[in-house]
């Protein structure tokens, strides 16, 4: 099916993300690297089906408490300045 990865992916970057984000793929990033708000990047993530995936956060909503969690938890990643 011509869709069955992008909403695969898609379906995915919602079971792992947090609540009042958005969390993208780094090809969707790209597509949208000119938004205004700007991009935090979250880190390489294991998605299933897809492998480890660089994923990263819009800079709007929640995305801070999702990147405190993560450098809480030990993630790999500095925490961004804003």
Do not use: Q
Request: hydrophobic share 40%.
């Amino acid at each position: 099916c011509f869709f069955g990865d992008t909403v695969n992916t898609a379906s995915r970057m919602e079971s792992h993300g947090f609540p009042m984000c958005i969390h993208v793929s780094e090809p969707t990033m790209h597509l949208l690297a000119d938004a205004p708000e700007g991009w935090a990047e979250y880190g390489t993530r294991d998605i299933k089906g897809k492998g480890a995936m660089t994923t990263y956060l819009a800079r709007i909503g929640a995305w801070e408490d999702a990147l405190d969690l993560r450098f809480a938890s030990g993630g790999l990643l500095p925490r961004p300045a804003p």
